[in-house]
């Protein structure tokens, strides 16, 4: 079983910032990569930020140079800040989680359930 607490959403206005924050915990063996991903009304879940257990990260074009992903890997947290947010960012903010649950098992994957991200003014 696993957990995952996602907290820091909220309404906005454009231009501003919000920090969010998501805590893995429960049974987990070895986490590969925490990301949050997005999905905005009539739009398919797309990948928003993701970093890997040796900090690798990847960014969407439309993010790069706004937000900034960072992970503390001893507390399973990782954290978004988003700056310069635009009404284009509004959606529902999941965390996801890839993982193993036991030794030698394959990569799961464990989703959040989502906080709500509005900017609008």
């Known amino acids: 079983q696993v957990q995952l607490v996602e907290s820091g959403g909220g309404l906005v206005q454009p231009g501003g910032s919000l920090r969010l924050s998501c805590v893995a915990s429960g049974s987990i063996f070895s986490i590969y990569r925490m990301g949050w991903y997005r999905r905005a009304p009539g739009k398919q879940r797309e990948l928003v930020a993701v970093?890997?257990?040796?900090?690798?990260?990847n960014y969407a074009d439309s993010v790069k140079g706004r937000f900034t992903i960072s992970r503390d890997n001893a507390k399973n947290t990782v954290v978004l800040q988003m700056n310069s947010l635009r009404p284009e960012d509004t959606g529902v903010y999941y965390c996801?989680?890839?993982?193993?649950?036991?030794?030698?098992?394959?990569?799961?994957?464990?989703w959040g359930q989502g906080t709500q991200v509005t900017v609008s003014s």
């Open positions: 970093v890997s257990s040796s900090d690798v990260t």
């Open positions: 996801g989680l890839y993982y193993s649950a036991s030794y030698g098992g394959n990569d799961d994957e464990y």
